[in-house]
C-alpha cells in the first residue's frame, strides 16, 4: 500500500515541477519580449540587464563589486 501512495507523491511531484517548467519557460520568453521592446524603443539591453543585476544584490555586495570593479580599472589604467 505505502508503494501505491509514495508512487501517486512521486507522480504528483513530477507533474509540479513539469508545469512549474512551462510557466518559467512562459516567463523566460516575457522578459525576452520586453527586452525586445526596449531595444526597439531605443535602450541599451545589455545596459538594462546589468541595472537588473545590480538591483538584484544588496547594497554592501553591490558598493563590494563597485570598489573591486573600481580598483581592476585603476590598476589597468582605465580610471
Known sequence: ???VIAADQLRLLIERIERLEEEKTGI???I???YAEAKSTGFDV???R???RLRKMEKHHRDEAEM???TYKAAL???
Open 46 to 48: 545589455k545596459t538594462m
Open 77 to 79: 589604467g582605465l580610471a
Open 32 to 34: 525576452k519580449d520586453v
Open 68 to 70: 573591486l570593479l573600481d
Open 1 to 3: 500500500m505505502s508503494d
Open 28 to 30: 523566460a520568453d516575457d
Open 50 to 52: 546589468q541595472i537588473v
